[in-house]
């Protein structure tokens, strides 16, 4: 008899297919988490070099602190959603500090970024709109657009022209938005925001940035690429995640519109799904501030970035993009990616490994994510650790520049 | 007889790893293996070909070459009329 899951047999296969000896990614379990750049995995003191903790705030003792006094003054949770019982005092500070931090704009704070993408995408754009997304978009973004009615056009990643050609066609003016992100958390490459919204406003599009990746990474006060860019006054909605530099959980939509506040009636994943505890708001709100007023934190993680990156490069590894926060390390045979990710994981590094379709090009990717709470010294570990496993695996077969 | 079957047909050549005899009705998924990215990349290909926008939205109902050139038929004509 056919079984509901007979369809993910491939994916099973799949699976099986990798070879993992002793260690996969999915059985990885942080055993005891010591600092934001280490924790004991499978026994053994591991750096992280794939978590996405950009600041290195997850134990900033200001976070600690004002999580831990919501935590005693507001209970562990709101058990309710934001049009119901489940809007504090705190998620309405955190929503107002966000806008504050973008310029004097409006703010809806999410349960998680994934939601704060549905329910903006999915909600703005109507039957007769049209949604107009970079390729290599976010799965959350992808399925904003399958929940919305909106017709969906798809353009080549990060290229300028070839989006300008697809509003050409189009031809649909303001109901257009388009959908791009700021850093691409794979392999690690910006945006050429400038260039994208000049195309946009020769269209008159909307542009809506996802900064979940590039939030307190770029820009002068940790914006994002909007602000380095300089085009902050010209992007109608940026959306993020307190996932990644805010060091916890949520995500935010920032708008100018003056209908904005509307969305908090129409979109259901904000409507129909409970709050953020206290504590998560509260540690995320000293976060957003710490991030805006406290810029050495961005100075260090761009440091460390820049070191992996010269340092991989030096090595002789093929990497994905110029120097960001995201250092993806290209390899070219499957298998081979997945036996180094399991050697550089017994060898005290963890990396994320991202293989197809999660990646672009069909890509195999080792995947590093930087912190500014990484030490000099664990940099340059992380470095040495990878160019002798790929030395011995005869990755590497040049030597070193 | 669609117009677009024919032109599909080369754009399709050079993707056809497999090397599969293709006409109006092989299927994308299960004759050529294409995986959805696949998929996504040549519909970018189509657009530029015949200069029309072919949304997301259609892909589902898109199985076969043949109805790819059915849909780049009714597309191209509704830019033109």
């Not at chain 1, 019982?85 to 409006?106: C, D, F, I, P």
Request: proline content about 4%; overall charge negative.
């Amino acid at each position: 008899m056919a079984d509901l899951f007979d369809k993910f047999d491939p994916m099973i296969q799949a699976r099986e297919a990798l070879g993992f000896e002793d260690a996969s990614p999915i059985d990885v379990v942080m055993e005891e988490i010591i600092s934001p750049t280490e924790a004991v995995i499978r026994g053994e003191r591991t750096i992280l070099a794939g978590t996405n903790n950009y600041l290195g705030l997850t134990f900033d003792p200001r976070c600690i602190r004002a999580a831990h006094e919501a935590l005693d003054a507001a209970g562990t949770g709101t058990t309710g959603s934001r049009v119901l019982n489940g809007t504090y005092t705190g998620h309405k500070a955190l929503e107002a500090a966000l806008g504050k931090l973008y310029g004097g704009q409006q703010c809806m704070v999410f349960s998680t970024g994934f939601l704060a993408n549905l329910a903006s995408i999915g909600t703005l754009a109507g039957k007769d709109d049209f949604i107009v997304i970079d390729a290599d978009s976010h799965a959350s973004i992808y399925d904003a657009c399958k929940m919305s009615d909106a017709t969906i056009v798809r353009f080549k990643h990060n290229d300028p022209d070839d989006l300008d050609k697809r509003l050409r066609r189009l031809d649909a003016g303001g109901r257009v938005l388009v959908v791009v992100e700021g850093l691409y958390s794979m392999l690690g490459d910006k945006a050429p925001m400038k260039e994208l919204v000049e195309v946009k406003n020769r269209h008159g599009a909307a542009l809506m940035v996802d900064e979940a990746h590039s939030i307190g990474v770029f820009g002068e006060t940790g914006c994002g690429v909007v602000q380095e860019a300089g085009v902050m006054d010209d992007v109608e909605f940026v959306v993020g995640t307190f996932s990644k530099s805010v060091g916890t959980i949520g995500g935010y939509c920032v708008s100018r519109h003056p209908k904005f506040d509307i969305l908090r009636l129409a979109a259901r994943p904000y409507m129909f799904t409970a709050s953020l505890p206290p504590s998560v708001v509260a540690s995320a709100l000293k976060a957003v501030e710490i991030l805006g007023a406290e810029p050495q934190h961005r100075e260090k993680l761009w440091r460390n970035a820049r070191q992996l990156h010269e340092g991989l490069c030096r090595a002789g590894f093929d990497l994905g993009a110029p120097a960001s926060p995201v250092v993806a390390v290209k390899i070219a045979e499957r298998d081979m990616t997945v036996r180094l990710w399991e050697q550089l994981l017994k060898n005290g590094v963890y990396v994320n490994l991202a293989m197809p379709p999660a990646t672009p090009q069909g890509l195999n990717l080792l995947r590093c994510s930087l912190s500014a709470a990484h030490t000099e010294e664990q940099v340059a570990t992380i470095v040495s650790t990878f160019e002798r496993l790929a030395r011995s695996n005869s990755v590497l077969t040049k030597p070193a520049a | 007889m669609s117009n677009a079957l024919d032109e599909i047909i080369t754009l399709i050549a050079p993707h056809n790893r497999k090397g599969v005899a293709v006409a109006a009705a092989t299927t994308f998924a299960t004759d050529l293996e294409w995986d959805s990215l696949t998929v996504m990349d040549f519909v970018a290909e189509m657009e530029d070909h015949f200069d029309i926008i072919i949304p997301l939205n259609l892909l589902p109902d898109l199985e076969t070459v043949g109805q790819v050139a059915d849909a780049v038929n009714e597309l191209t004509e509704k830019k033109n009329g």
